[in-house]
T-cell receptor
Framework: AQTVTQSQPEMSVQEAETVTLSCTYDTSENNYYLFWYKQPPSRQMILVIRQEAYKQQNATENRFSVNFQKAAKSFSLKISDSQLGDTAMYFCAFMKHGNAGNMLTFGGGTRLMVKP | GAGVSQSPRYKVAKRGQDVALRCDPISGHVSLFWYQQALGQGPEFLTYFQNEAQLDKSGLPSDRFFAERPEGSVSTLKIQRTQQEDSAVYLC???????????????FGDGTRLSIL
């Protein structure tokens, strides 16, 4: 079984600054996917960024980037130039590689507040 | 519609009542997942459908929980004899399954917030 741990229940950052959210995971799988999802008060889970474990290059999506350390089983999210609209819950998630029916295993979440 | 649609958005029921939650996935999405999200926690997997076949129901917490997807499109999650610990947000997600497998991103609905009094 896989476990995902987010050790920061809450974080805050000033608008336009950079913040890093931490995530560690435990698995015996060698090939898998890691995700960061954003959940605003509307409750919809929005995919922020995705990393394939066999790719060494860290994924980047505009202001969002990850630091993927496979040996350390660490997958942190960096948000640059934080905006007020980034205020939300952020969840780190793990998915096994393979067939289309693999479920997501989520961490407990980090509540991010962007202050004006 | 363009996204995953769930209804109702809010549901309040008395303990012991039966409830039914609906999920309308993105058109053409073969895979459908249900998750349960307790207050202040991350979502937890309940069950998975590939078309109309329920291939994994390992996350259903008890036999009071039942899910179906009879025509491979809309899915219903039913909870019988509800209890207070069933209070949570129930999220539905769908994904496009490609030939040969492979993992596609899951697209989530807004969820149904269920409150059991």
């Amino acid at each position: 079984a896989q476990t995902v741990t987010q050790s920061q229940p809450e974080m805050s950052v000033q608008e336009a600054e950079t913040v890093t959210l931490s995530c560690t995971y435990d698995t015996s799988e060698n090939n898998y996917y890691l995700f960061w999802y954003k959940q605003p008060p509307s409750r919809q889970m929005i995919l922020v960024i995705r990393q394939e474990a066999y790719k060494q290059q860290n994924a980047t999506e505009n202001r969002f980037s990850v630091n993927f350390q496979k040996a350390a089983k660490s997958f942190s999210l960096k948000i640059s130039d934080s905006q007020l609209g980034d205020t939300a819950m952020y969840f780190c998630a793990f998915m096994k590689h393979g067939n289309a029916g693999n479920m997501l295993t989520f961490g407990g979440g980090t509540r991010l507040m962007v202050k004006p | 519609g363009a996204g995953v649609s769930q209804s109702p958005r809010y549901k309040v029921a008395k303990r012991g009542q039966d409830v039914a939650l609906r999920c309308d996935p993105i058109s053409g999405h073969v895979s459908l997942f249900w998750y349960q999200q307790a207050l202040g926690q991350g979502p937890e997997f309940l069950t998975y459908f590939q078309n109309e076949a329920q291939l994994d129901k390992s996350g259903l917490p008890s036999d009071r929980f039942f899910a179906e997807r009879p025509e491979g499109s809309v899915s219903t999650l039913k909870i019988q004899r509800t209890q207070q610990e069933d209070s949570a947000v129930y999220l539905c997600a769908s994904s496009l399954a490609l030939p040969g497998g492979g993992n596609q991103p899951q697209h989530f609905g807004d969820g149904t917030r269920l409150s059991i009094l």
